[in-house]
């Protein structure tokens, strides 16, 4: 299954290549990826997509635990959670298109960033399954370019994870 | 305060932390530290005569003695010669200190004279690692070496020095900390009660138990609390290659290694076990064999200071997370408080019936019940370990390479305590016999030293014999010679047909007599049975010579037992050519 995990983790030299190395030392696969520094510039916030099953999460989690770096590891998806992904997309608008990805950015709720002649740069924000509807639902007009940032997350209500 | 230099305070940590050895090559990168050790250290410096030697013998000091190793290696080429053996470490949780140096910051990333990326390649064999980015940051930072190599699980820590961060001339007050407290790394302090509890009961409770223990016991000091758990329920014990000397190895209460070339009566009680206490212990593949056939019937209690170990193959039904030391001082307390409530536990009816099976398994495939190997013209190579076993008393420090001497010599050399029994048993590292056994000699000069070796192995680090000469450590190397590589050949024969593909050198072996006696030192050949003996205490009466025994031996015996697989179950064993299970 999906997981979401999240970790603080010191903000030093090689933090980050040891999360990313124990993964192909260990073979798991990162979907997405995402870290930046937080409020307290010693540590920063990392959050992971992978799909694995249960038992696997289980080593793995532990292991992450167990780099030195890691400070503080949460599972989001074993709770209420929200996560957020945001895409950047340039898409070609002329002619009847121009209208068309106007009105599906609309239904989206995407704004259109950037305009020009020939282009439309759209940011969308959301669930990663609803930014992979908007580009399914883009099929018919000419996609350019897409950036996402990968998925960030927090735990619903009182639960924090902090130091 | 002081005002030191970088190199300096480097010298002046290594003396405040109590090292006792530093084991190293110097260079470029590191002539700054080398100076500074040789105008005022008090820790002795053992020049080695390759980099991967330099860690074997901190890590045989560290298995030996129980604290860290220190290795000090120049960049590039210093760095990745180390890198075979901190991951030798890294797999034995063995802590060690790894200082590298590295070229002037300034120069880092330019592709410069002797540069690599040592934290890069060594990621993956480290607990963890430093980059040293200002020469104040020192102190600081090798204090938080030590603390992690020699906590929790214990593992090899890599400190990456820039040669500017050590110039001679910038100084900085120094002040050594006397202990280091890290947010991100608290090694779990005790086991959890509640399982401690349910664990006792379980293990009360249980008709067939057996106890097996890995090498988390020695490196946790817990192999007398171990013993003294075993003894006061009289519950059978097993041990991993790594765990050897946890539990005395001539005790009648233990059944001798287990795994793949594990003892018969080893694998089969726990094959039939109903509980099995593992303690400081990871089944690993070569224990389990087919982890799906793994025990059947076992309940499994699993005590590990690392929580990534349990639960990683064979999943615990009671884990418990801690030192094993503390764990098992409460699991004994708790065994304690549930055997006075109830004197009728463990039940002792089906206990005697538990044990009469594994005597008859014991007396049908024992090693030590009968002879378990051929008839021969030649020295057989069981022969060579029963006769050290004989002249050293069963007492000395034994390191070994890898292949079938180091199986035959976990077999048969039955260690009575820990930290006897030194060997690469994770990495299974080429080479690494010698140059631990120099390491466990410095550590332990009044002990006797013995490397059991074979020609395959012996000629990957052979020139440390001369560090042995500069060094005056008169190791005894113990040369399984059969002109193969022995495990290879073994497994050519079983699986290959006997196509012994680049497994023999025959013609091409030195003469190890006059190798030796070029370094300095004594050498002996034994091609006949009725000289082995004689040779053998010749050896070790010879006290200040290193001496290598050169042994012939039958090369056609295979080590058995051995585990039958693809599928096979812990019971599944090859228990002679022709014989199994």
């Given at each position: 299954?999906?997981r979401?995990?999240?970790?603080?983790?010191?903000?030093?030299p090689?933090a980050?290549?040891?999360?990313?190395?124990?993964?192909?030392?260990?073979?798991?696969n990162?979907?997405?990826?995402?870290?930046?520094p937080?409020?307290?510039?010693?540590?920063?916030?990392?959050?992971?997509?992978?799909v694995e099953n249960?038992l696997?999460?289980?080593?793995?989690?532990?292991?992450?635990?167990?780099l030195?770096?890691?400070?503080?590891?949460?599972?989001?998806t074993?709770?209420?959670?929200?996560?957020?992904?945001?895409?950047?997309?340039k898409?070609?608008?002329?002619?009847?298109?121009?209208e068309?990805?106007?009105?599906?950015?609309?239904?989206?709720?995407g704004?259109?960033?950037?305009?020009?002649?020939?282009?439309?740069?759209?940011?969308?924000?959301?669930?990663s399954d609803?930014?992979?509807?908007?580009?399914?639902?883009?099929?018919g007009?000419?996609i350019?370019?897409?950036?996402?940032?990968?998925?960030?997350?927090?735990?619903?209500?009182?639960?924090?994870?902090?130091? | 305060m002081?005002?030191?230099?970088?190199g300096?305070?480097?010298?002046?940590?290594?003396?405040d932390?109590?090292?006792?050895?530093?084991?190293?090559?110097?260079?470029g990168?590191?002539?700054?530290?080398?100076d500074a050790l040789f105008?005022?250290?008090?820790?002795?410096?053992?020049l080695?005569?390759?980099?991967?030697?330099a860690t074997?013998?901190?890590?045989g000091?560290?298995?030996a003695?129980?604290?860290?190793?220190v290795?000090?290696?120049?960049?590039g080429?210093?760095?990745?010669?180390?890198?075979?053996?901190?991951a030798?470490?890294?797999?034995?949780s063995?802590?060690?200190?790894?200082?590298?140096g590295?070229?002037?910051?300034?120069?880092?990333?330019?592709d410069?004279f002797?540069?690599?990326d040592?934290?890069g390649?060594?990621?993956?064999?480290?607990k963890?690692?430093?980059?040293?980015?200002?020469?104040?940051?020192?102190?600081?930072?090798i204090?938080?070496?030590?603390h992690?190599?020699?906590s929790?699980r214990?593992?090899?820590?890599?400190i990456d020095?820039?040669?500017?961060?050590?110039?001679?001339?910038?100084?900085y007050?120094y002040?050594?900390?006397?202990?280091?407290?890290?947010?991100?790394?608290?090694?779990?302090?005790?086991?959890?009660?509640?399982q401690?509890?349910k664990?006792a009961?379980?293990?009360?409770?249980a008709?067939?138990?057996?106890?097996?223990?890995?090498?988390?016991?020695?490196l946790?000091e817990a192999?007398?609390?171990l013993?003294?758990?075993?003894?006061?329920?009289?519950y059978?014990?097993t041990?991993?290659?790594?765990?050897?000397?946890g539990?005395?190895?001539?005790d009648?209460?233990?059944l001798?290694?287990?795994?793949?070339?594990?003892?018969?009566?080893?694998?089969?009680?726990m094959?039939h076990?109903?509980?099995?206490?593992?303690?400081?212990?990871?089944?690993?593949?070569?224990?389990?064999?087919?982890?799906?056939?793994?025990c059947?019937?076992?309940?499994?209690?699993?005590?590990?200071?690392?929580?990534?170990s349990?639960?990683?193959?064979?999943?615990?039904d009671?884990?418990?997370?801690?030192p094993?030391?503390?764990?098992?001082?409460?699991?004994?307390?708790q065994?304690?408080?549930?055997?006075e409530?109830?004197?009728?536990?463990?039940?002792?009816?089906?206990?005697?019936?538990?044990?009469?099976?594994?005597?008859e398994?014991?007396?049908?495939?024992?090693?030590?019940t009968?002879?378990?190997?051929?008839?021969?013209?030649?020295?057989?190579?069981?022969q060579?370990?029963?006769?050290?076993?004989r002249?050293?008393?069963?007492d000395?420090?034994?390191?070994?390479?890898?292949?079938?001497?180091?199986?035959?010599?976990?077999?048969?050399?039955?260690?009575d305590?820990?930290?006897?029994?030194?060997?690469?048993?994770?990495?299974?590292?080429?080479?690494?016999g010698?140059?631990?056994?120099?390491?466990?000699?410095?550590?332990?000069?009044?002990?006797?030293v013995?490397?059991?070796?074979?020609?395959?192995?012996?000629?990957?680090?052979?020139?440390?014999?001369?560090?042995?000469?500069?060094?005056n450590?008169?190791v005894?190397?113990?040369?399984l010679?059969?002109n193969?590589?022995?495990?290879?050949k073994q497994?050519?024969?079983?699986?290959y047909e006997?196509?012994?593909?680049?497994?023999?050198?025959?013609?091409?072996?030195?003469?190890?007599?006059?190798?030796?006696?070029?370094?300095g030192?004594?050498?002996?050949?034994?091609?006949k049975?009725?000289?082995?003996?004689?040779?053998m205490e010749n050896a070790?009466?010879?006290?200040?010579?290193?001496?290598f025994?050169?042994?012939?031996?039958?090369?056609?015996?295979?080590?058995?037992?051995?585990?039958?697989?693809?599928n096979?179950?812990?019971?599944?064993?090859?228990?002679?050519?022709?014989?199994?299970?």
């Open positions: 299954m999906r979401i995990i999240s970790m603080l983790m010191e903000n030093e090689g980050l290549s040891r999360v990313v190395g124990l993964f192909s030392q260990r073979g798991y990162i979907d997405t990826l995402n870290v930046a937080t409020d307290d510039p010693t540590l920063s916030r990392l959050t992971l997509t992978t249960d696997r999460i289980e080593q793995l989690t532990k292991q992450l635990n167990k030195v770096d890691v400070v503080k590891l949460a599972d989001l074993e709770g209420a959670h929200i996560e957020r992904d945001l895409m950047l997309i898409v070609r608008a002329t002619g009847v298109a121009r068309e990805v106007k009105r599906t950015t609309d239904i989206f709720r704004q259109i960033v950037d305009v020009g002649p020939t282009v439309y740069t759209i940011q969308l924000v959301g669930t609803k930014l992979d509807s908007f580009v399914a639902a883009m099929a007009a000419e350019l370019e897409v950036v996402r940032s990968g998925v960030a997350g927090i735990s619903r209500g009182e639960k924090v994870l902090s130091l | 002081e005002l030191l230099s970088g300096e305070m480097i010298a002046r940590a290594l003396e932390e109590g090292v006792e050895y530093i084991f190293g090559y110097p260079g990168a590191v002539l700054h530290i080398y105008k005022d250290c008090k820790v002795p410096h053992v080695v005569r390759h980099e991967q030697a074997h013998a901190a890590d000091y560290a298995r003695t129980g604290k860290p190793g290795v000090l290696v120049t960049s080429p210093g760095a990745t010669n180390a890198v075979t053996g901190i030798t470490a890294y797999m034995d063995i802590p060690m200190v790894v200082l590298s590295q070229v002037q910051s300034h120069l880092i990333g330019e410069a002797q540069e690599t040592m934290i390649i060594s990621r993956p064999i480290v963890h690692s430093f980059m040293v980015k200002r020469s104040e940051d020192l102190p600081l930072i204090k938080k070496a030590f992690i190599a020699s929790g214990p593992g090899p820590v890599v020095i820039p040669k500017d961060v050590t110039r001679p001339d910038e100084t007050e002040r050594y900390p006397k202990s280091v407290k890290m947010r991100s790394y608290s090694p779990a302090q005790r086991g959890h009660t509640g401690i509890k664990a009961k379980l293990l009360l409770a008709k067939r138990p057996v106890i097996y223990s890995g090498g988390g016991v020695i946790g192999s007398e609390l013993t003294q758990l075993a003894r006061k329920l009289n059978p014990v041990n991993t290659l790594m765990g050897l000397g539990y005395p190895g001539s009648r209460q233990f001798g290694m287990l795994g793949m070339h594990g003892f018969y009566e080893a694998n089969m009680a094959h076990s109903d509980c099995i206490l593992a303690v400081g212990a990871r089944f690993d593949d070569r224990v389990t064999n087919t982890v799906s056939k793994f059947p019937s076992a309940k499994v209690i699993h005590i590990d200071v690392d929580p990534a349990i639960s990683k193959t064979v999943i615990a009671i884990p418990i997370v801690g094993v030391q503390s764990v098992l001082t409460e699991l004994l307390s065994i304690d408080l549930l055997t409530k109830d004197a009728g536990v463990p039940d002792q009816a089906a206990l005697k019936r538990w044990w009469d099976q594994i005597d398994w014991r007396d049908a495939h024992g090693l030590f009968g002879r378990r190997y051929a008839e021969s013209d030649m020295i057989m190579p069981q060579v370990i029963e006769s050290l076993y002249v050293t008393g069963g000395a420090y034994v390191t070994s390479d890898v292949g079938q001497h180091q199986m035959f010599a976990a077999q048969y050399y039955r260690f305590k820990p930290r006897r029994w030194i060997n690469s048993g994770g990495l299974g590292t080429m080479g690494f010698l140059p631990a056994a120099i390491g466990v000699k410095l550590a332990f000069p009044d002990q006797e013995a490397c059991v070796t074979g020609e395959g192995s012996i000629q990957m680090n052979i020139q440390e014999l001369s560090t042995c000469t500069q060094y450590t008169p005894k190397i113990i040369n010679r059969n193969y590589l022995g495990m290879v497994w050519q024969d079983m699986q006997g196509r012994y593909a680049m497994s023999t050198y025959e013609d091409s072996l030195p003469d190890f007599i006059k190798l030796v006696e070029a370094y030192h004594v050498g002996i050949q034994v091609k049975l009725a000289d082995l003996d004689g040779a070790f009466a010879m006290k200040d010579r290193l001496v025994l050169d042994i012939f031996i039958d090369p056609m015996e295979h080590v058995y037992p051995m585990h039958i697989a693809p096979g179950s812990m019971k599944d064993m090859w228990l002679s050519k022709n014989e199994r299970t």
